[in-house]
């Protein structure tokens, strides 16, 4: 159980193990298994007490830049989920819910209330289709279990959000299929990492061909690592893909309000007029990323098909979100004037600094990265900095950064097909980006590659991928 799957990659990429638990399959021979987005045990980034209230702690272990979490707005949530509305214990809160959610009026008008308006719905949605699990991850396990038999797949584009493989193998065994995304540009018009019905197809058939028996296709927007936002026009074209080969859609907005660039527009599947395949389309959001508040686990769903809501919701015994958060939740969700007039303003403005200051950092080295206008993360383009295009040598950049104390997330981690890329979380406090600067992170590996041209000495520990 503990053990992800071998994923079905019709690439020639070897599949990597990222569980702790699992050792990597015996064709890769990777020095470490990590799970390349976190830090190692033992030496998790734990800042001492404060010593003054008004200085920031100081950061003597690694600094996660791996985890991607929005560490900019403690200070207004934690306010904001302390003002007196939010303190109000009422009887049945303490008792079992109706899994569905006996909040029908506390909970889900209000979450259908705050999906119609952030997610531009054309006309009001429904809170009969409305569930609440503890996270996102949690809804994509259980929407595997649901959609799926364990013997069927999921198709989904690379490099994405890697928690995804673990989430829907844990209970169902279910796999994906990959569709690799290409950084190299074929034409004008087109961009890094484009996905496009024709390389749906032609993974699915292939896939088919091979014998998958693929139920589901999986779309991240705004995506994870990338910080892509799709057009409303290439969201229908993915959607109708799917509808003409009867495939579900689980649409993973969970960033849909951290776009901080005001020139990029998202649009959420529900805001079409008419989606193709309503019964086949169910879209999940959560608080994690765009209220900042990961700990908080609270994920919701939305979706049509009563069937998928009731499958779900049955898994609340398990995954539900206790009474007393979900009247926090309703209290939060329904505070439009906070979250337009304080929150967004203040949490876009944040990120576009954070983000201008890393991305500023990298340009000042040459360093090629995506910049892009949502999400926490820039997807960096370390490859010339590769003794060798190998996913060996990726691993052993990556623990050059450990080495210099910085946590980053390899693009293994998130099944990228192009040894080379990183994915760097600038969401966090300024003390720490400058900490991080302070400790040369993209420096290094750009004077790795000087290094390695002239007369490079692999230190002890470092794969020699030459050996093997
Ligand atoms: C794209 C994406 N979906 C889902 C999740 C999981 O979110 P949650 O904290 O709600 O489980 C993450 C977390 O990193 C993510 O990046």
Known sequence: LLCPPQS??????????????????QSVSLPLVLPFSSPPPGQYLSPPPPVSKYLPPPVSGII???????????DLMSKRLTQSD???IEPPLLQYPDWKGHNLITLF???????????KAPAPLNPENVVTLNGCGSLFSALAAVLCDSSDSILIATPFYGGITQSIFLYSGIKLVYVHLESKVSGSGSRPFQLTVQKLETTLQAA????????????????NPL??????????????????HSLHVIVDEIYMLSVFDESATFHSVLSLEKLPDPQRTHVMWGISKDFAVSGIRFGTLYSQNQDVCNGVASLCY?????GTVQFKMAQLLRDRDWINQVYLRVNHARLRAAQAYVAEELRALGVPFLNRGAGFFIWIDFRKYLRAPTFEEEVALW?????????????????????????????????????????????????????????????????NPGAR
Not at 65 to 70: A, D, Y
Request: charge should be positive.
């Open 8 to 25: 079905v990659s019709l690439s020639s990429a070897p599949p990597v193990c990222l569980s702790l638990l699992c050792p990597p399959p």
């Open 64 to 74: 996660n830049f791996g985890t991607s979490e929005n560490k900019l707005c403690f």
């Open 86 to 88: 939010m303190n109000i």
């Open 109 to 119: 008008l209000p979450l259908a209330h705050f999906l119609t308006y952030y997610c």
């Open 208 to 223: 088919r061909e091979q014998g998958s028996s693929v139920k589901a296709l999986i779309l991240i927007n705004p995506h």
């Open 227 to 244: 910080g892509d936002v799709y057009s409303a026009s290439e969201m229908l074209e993915f959607l109708e893909f799917a509808k003409r």
């Open 318 to 322: 398990f995954h539900g979100v206790c």
């Open 399 to 463: 623990r050059h950064f450990l080495d210099n104390k910085v946590l980053l997330s390899c693009g293994k981690a998130f099944e990228c097909g192009e040894p080379g890329w990183f994915r760097v979380i600038f969401a966090d406090k300024t003390h720490r980006l400058q900490l991080g600067k302070s400790r040369q992170w993209p420096t290094v590996a750009v004077q790795r590659q000087a290094v390695t041209c002239g007369n490079f000495k692999p230190r002890q520990g470092w794969t």
